[in-house]
């Protein structure tokens, strides 16, 4: 690793190989794959994914390991300390210090307490948490931490990323408008080769959803909305992600149990992000009628997986028919979610290819974009 290059820290509860914690996860990773040429990464997360251990070595952990553009340091619940933290911070001269995370007391509050009088800058990801559907989640819990984060001071000592403009009105409504916030979308993965064209049979879809199974993804109005699909349609519904909340699952599989006998639904599990292209290729549309997302992840992986997508209005894409890449539905016009699945259904292979290709040139100009690139380096000057 380059010594003339700045050395950036970042602070992320969870990285890979983890990938059930989904979209910050990616978020690191493409930031570092991206950034890896002008800067020094060393990330410190957990030995652990969403729900389980990492298949790591007992010497693979609280030691930094070596990879292709960063370094990475697994730590134990013992190591997740101040004492910990204080040594990884004062081994390197680092320039600024990144935290993947608002809600996250060891990867985030204790880290944060800690530099908030050195002179390192240092670079706050809210991740959606301040969005109106995510507060609505726990709201009490949120409540307090939010009200202890800004009796402390600290809100103002750091730089905010907002990955978009709402994100930006989200952390002055809070905090208040004197924060330093800087807007820079997240980075995508990189594409490397163009989508080989879907087969696509008329009046048949192969629908999907690929989130954490939470109440804030919505897979539950996915299901309801399917309940109500036209019968001469055949509908094949593939469910992609971990079971974060048990209760919330077992409620969805009450409401699967009463599809009808056009639609097809199969659960396929959490998949590794760097297995997802092969399970998109014989996909066509993402349904993700989810409560917020401050960027989605997922949304722009099926693009680039030449997939459109339905989507709700609570997410940062708008327009989306236009540019004949999926549609953006209020979540209570639930007949025009059915509506739009039905239309994706209708389409022949040609109709259809017209949608596939405008999402994947969409995608492609986005992630290749060097605005964004010069954004994101923004963040760390």
Known sequence: ?????????????????????????????NLVNHLGQDYNFWVVTSNTDLDAPLPLRSEETNVWLQKDNYQVIYLDAQHQNLKAYKEII????????????????????????????L?????????????KGALAIKPLKKKLFLAALKASGLPSKIYWHATDVSEKLEIEAHFGK???????????????SEPTPKLKITNSLNLFFVSRISIKKNLLACVKTLQA????????????????????????????????????CEYLGAIPNFKLKDTLKDLHVLFLPTQ????????????????PVIISKNTPWKNLEPKQIGFDIPLDHQDTLKQKIEQFAK???????????????????????????????????
């Open 178 to 192: 004197n924060m330093k916030i800087n807007v820079a979308p997240n980075l995508s993965a990189k594409i490397n």
């Open 1 to 29: 690793m380059s010594n003339t290059k700045p050395h950036i820290l970042i602070f992320s509860d969870w990285f890979l190989p983890a990938y059930k914690a989904g979209g910050p996860i990616q978020s690191v990773a």
């Open 90 to 117: 004062t081994q390197q001269n680092f320039k600024a210090v990144y935290f993947n995370s608002l809600f996250s007391p060891k990867f985030t509050l204790l880290p944060l307490w800690l530099t908030q009088n």
């Open 292 to 307: 917020h997302e401050n960027f989605g992840h997922v949304i722009m992986e099926a693009w680039q997986n030449a997939c």
């Open 119 to 131: 002179d390192i800058k240092k670079v706050l990801a809210p991740r959606g948490m301040l969005g």
């Open 229 to 264: 699909i036209n019968s001469k349609l055949a509908i094949q519904f593939k469910i992609i992600g971990p079971i974060e909340e048990k209760t919330y699952w077992a409620q969805c599989q009450r409401e699967i149990e009463k599809l009808p006998s056009n639609v097809t």
């Open 347 to 381: 389409m022949n292979e040609e109709e259809f290819h017209v949608w596939s290709q405008a999402s994947f040139n969409f995608a492609k100009k986005f992630t290749e974009n060097p605005e964004l690139i010069s954004k994101t380096k923004a963040l760390f000057e």
